[in-house]
């Protein structure tokens, strides 16, 4: 079992940078992959980025490639968050996943079925 819980959402100017933290707990060392999904009012929930939890590699979604960067720190338990040249499009919930699937290819994280342990949310709204 793990446990995730993110926070640092808030009001913002399009342009800003924000930082998002991801907090997990509990069996972390069946932690295979992690991942940053956000839902806008009246829309689907969509993939934003990923890691896997041992090693470097990364995948974004195209909207938000060149801008956000996902990150564990210190091969910790944090996983971050870091947006910047943020737009108004990017305005929406933000929710960090866990899953203990093992993938070869990133690209079975861009799907919310693989992910077992979900955050609540934190909102980010991006201002014009």
């Known amino acids: 079992q793990v446990h995730v819980v993110e926070s640092g959402g808030k009001l913002v100017q399009a342009g800003d940078s924000l930082r998002l933290s991801c907090v997990a707990s509990?069996?972390?060392?069946?932690?295979?992959?992690m991942a940053w999904f956000r839902q806008a009012p009246g829309k689907q929930r969509e993939f934003v980025a990923s890691l896997r939890w041992r090693g470097t590699t990364t995948d974004y979604a195209d909207s938000v490639k060149g801008r956000f960067t996902i990150s564990r720190d210190n091969a910790g338990d944090t996983v971050s968050l870091q947006m910047d040249s943020l737009k108004p499009e990017d305005t929406a919930v933000y929710y960090c996943?866990?899953?203990?699937?093992?993938?070869?290819?990133?690209?079975?994280?861009?799907?919310?079925?693989?992910?077992?342990?979900w955050g609540q949310g934190t909102q980010v709204t991006v201002s014009s």
């Open positions: 996943a866990a899953s203990t699937l093992y993938y070869p290819s990133t690209n079975y994280y861009r799907s919310s079925q693989k992910f077992e342990s």
């Open positions: 509990g069996r972390t060392y069946t932690t295979n992959a």
